[in-house]
Structure formats: structure tokens, C-alpha cells
């Protein structure tokens, strides 16, 4: 299992798996995609593709007012359509949706959330119908179109279920201080130990991996050494929130520390986008009480998974399965500020001046 194809990057970067082809059927997978939040009250198409080979076939996705998301597949003179309600207000970010399919037990899942919280909404699915390597080829081709880039951050599919909710966003190599010194993070496992924010030792629950298409929430960023007081640079998704605190922190925000999304800091100077081809591999850990870690200085927060034992339904289709749901902790939600965009720019320079 794993990524069949995929296109980001406004169609620049595009990869197909020799498996696919005009002919093949993908029985059991996933789609996933990131797009901005439509803003007016009309309905409005994501992604339309159609194609008359080998059988005429049909792919649309659309946001509908008042409804949420509908997506439609035919082919082979076989129909499913799915309906998903959400509350996501228009926001200058991306939401994902996620279609989970299995054609041959005829279930799915539909899900919608925003990356970075703990909002996600899903739908349980009856009837699914295997997707055709040709609408897959088309969905690629689309990408390319001026009008498709403007609404999807990426597009991919992937042979076999694909987790939704909490998901990791720090890069292999990512220094993590446990009591033995520095460690990637990708090297710990369940039962080591790390040294947290308030110089605590508490224990790793779970150590979490995701491969994933380099685009849109999860495009890579670097925080450049030696802002923030970075003692060497870091690589991690955009979502992944920084904990910084200060006098400047509390002379500007009124308050002890806030935090500060990675992607919000790109500015040429303390953060960069960082040019990766194709997937990435990102890793994050899951901690008792959500606690903050120390990475090359930084604090650096951990698997946010709030309240997400208590949503059994839901629970199965996460990467949290494989723990016992019982023995899991709850998080309670953040009462620190997350800047705003213009806000972290405004910090980085500070700090840079």
C-alpha cells in the first residue's frame, strides 16, 4: 500500500505509479485533497473530470451552501454519491477532504477537517464503487488547468485506507531532548522518555509516522538557526505550532507565551519553504498531557489528540488505532493565542532586529 499518484504544487509536481493506468480499478483506497474553504453562499466545483475510456466515467466534487461537500463517481454504469455536513467557516487556510473507499465490502468514509485543530466531520459511507484508473489520470491532467490550481492545494490517491485526524509534522532528523541528550525523533519509541517544557520527564505514549504528498498543509518549512534561539535548523509541516514566550511575547499579546503555526513565519529570513519533490516523512509524538518538548532549544508542541478516545465511530479510521482506545489520554484544548499570520511576522522580526 501507499501513494498511487498525486499532484501539487500547481500541477508542477505530478507522479503516477506504473500500476495505473487507463484500465486498471482501484477496488479499495483513498482520495485526499486540500483546498481554501469556498467564501460565497453559491455552489461550486473543486474538481470535475470526465472521461469516455475504456467506459465513460465521472468524477466531481463540490461544495454545496448550506449542505457541506458532495462527491460523485460513476462508472461502468455504476453510480455513488455521498453527502458530508460541516461547521468550518471560510478561512484564508486549507480544508481536507478524505474519501475512503471499499469496493468490495462496499464501505467508506467521507471526511472533512482542518488541518492544524481537532475539527473533523465524518460521514459513513454505504455502496462505494471502485475508482478507475482513468478518472485518476484525468483528476492529474485537471491539476494542470490555471482555474483548478486556484481551488486545490493537491490532489492525491492512495491504494488502501488512509488515516484521518491527528497526523504527524516533524521531519526524521527533528533533535528531541530526552534525559540521555538529543535524539531524532524518529529514532524514540513508545516507553522512552523526553524532558518537557516545564522540565518535567514524562513518557512517549506513541511515536507516529505518516508519508504524505509535500503539498499544501503538509509542505515542509525551515526554521533557520539562529532564530527563536535555534542551535540548528529544523524541517516541519506548516502546521506544526512553535510555544514561544518572552517579554516581547508578553509586551505585544498581553501574555506568557502563544503559538505560533510554522508556516505563518515565512518570510525569507527566519523561515523558508523548503523544496521537496514529491512525498515526505513526517513523525510527531503523543505525550500524556499534550506536553510541549525541547527541540534544538525550541518548544515544540506534541500530538494534540483532545477528547478523540471518546469518538469510537471515528477512532478506527485514525492513525491512534493500534493503542488501546481506553488507556489513551484526553487533551484538553489549548487556552494559548495562535497568531495570526501577520502577528508571527511581526514577532520574527522583532526578534531579528
Given at each position: 500500500m501507499g501513494w498511487l499518484a498525486y499532484s501539487g504544487g500547481g500541477g508542477e509536481t505530478t507522479d503516477v505509479h506504473a500500476s495505473i493506468t487507463s484500465e486498471s480499478m482501484i477496488e479499495t483506497g483513498a482520495l485526499v485533497l486540500e483546498a481554501p474553504l469556498p467564501s460565497d453562499h453559491r455552489a461550486a466545483t473543486l474538481l470535475e473530470v470526465a472521461t469516455?475510456?475504456?467506459?465513460?466515467?465521472?468524477?466531481?466534487?463540490?461544495?454545496?451552501?448550506?449542505?457541506?461537500?458532495?462527491?460523485?463517481?460513476?462508472?461502468?454504469?455504476?453510480?455513488?454519491?455521498?453527502?458530508?455536513?460541516?461547521?468550518?467557516?471560510?478561512?484564508?487556510?486549507?480544508?481536507?477532504?478524505?474519501?475512503?473507499?471499499?469496493?468490495?465490502?462496499?464501505?467508506?468514509?467521507?471526511?472533512?477537517?482542518?488541518?492544524?485543530?481537532?475539527?473533523?466531520?465524518?460521514?459513513?459511507?454505504?455502496g462505494c464503487i471502485a475508482m478507475s484508473g482513468a478518472l485518476v489520470l484525468g483528476a492529474l491532467s485537471e491539476t494542470r488547468a490555471p482555474e483548478v490550481q486556484k481551488k486545490l492545494a493537491y490532489i492525491g490517491f492512495h491504494q488502501g485506507p488512509l488515516s484521518i485526524g491527528p497526523t504527524p509534522t516533524l521531519d526524521y532528523h527533528t533533535p528531541v531532548l530526552t534525559p540521555q541528550g538529543y535524539r531524532k525523533i524518529g529514532a524514540l519509541k513508545p516507553g522512552d522518555t523526553v524532558i518537557s517544557a516545564n522540565a518535567n520527564i514524562v513518557p512517549v505514549l506513541g511515536v507516529f509516522k505518516k508519508v504524505t504528498p509535500a503539498f499544501g498543509s503538509y509542505a515542509p518549512v525551515r526554521l533557520r538557526a539562529p532564530y527563536f534561539g535555534l542551535q540548528s535548523d529544523l524541517v516541519m509541516a506548516g502546521t506544526q505550532r512553535l510555544i514561544v514566550g518572552g517579554s516581547d511575547v508578553e509586551y505585544t499579546f498581553g501574555c506568557d507565551e502563544v503559538l505560533i503555526p510554522a508556516q505563518h513565519l515565512i518570510n525569507g529570513t527566519a523561515a523558508i519553504a523548503q523544496p521537496v519533490g514529491g512525498t515526505t516523512t513526517y513523525f510527531q509524538l503523543l505525550l500524556p498531557e499534550n506536553e510541549a518538548f525541547i527541540a534544538s532549544e525550541l518548544l515544540l508542541e506534541s500530538l494534540f489528540i483532545g477528547r478523540l478516545r471518546r469518538r469510537k465511530a471515528i477512532f478506527k479510521h485514525t492513525s491512534l488505532a493500534a493503542l488501546p482506545r481506553n488507556l489513551l489520554p484526553e487533551h484538553a484544548a489549548t487556552v494559548s493565542q495562535i497568531l495570526r499570520p501577520y502577528e508571527a511576522i511581526t514577532l520574527a522580526a522583532m526578534r531579528a532586529a
Open positions: 469516455l475510456h475504456p467506459t465513460p466515467s465521472l468524477l466531481r466534487i463540490q461544495s454545496i451552501p448550506g449542505e457541506g461537500f458532495s462527491v460523485l463517481i460513476s462508472s461502468g454504469g455504476h453510480v455513488f454519491h455521498a453527502l458530508i455536513s460541516h461547521t468550518l467557516q471560510a478561512r484564508t487556510d486549507n480544508f481536507r477532504l478524505t474519501l475512503n473507499w471499499d469496493s468490495i465490502s462496499g464501505d467508506g468514509l467521507l471526511s472533512i477537517e482542518h488541518p492544524g485543530d481537532d475539527a473533523l466531520f465524518t460521514s459513513e459511507l454505504t
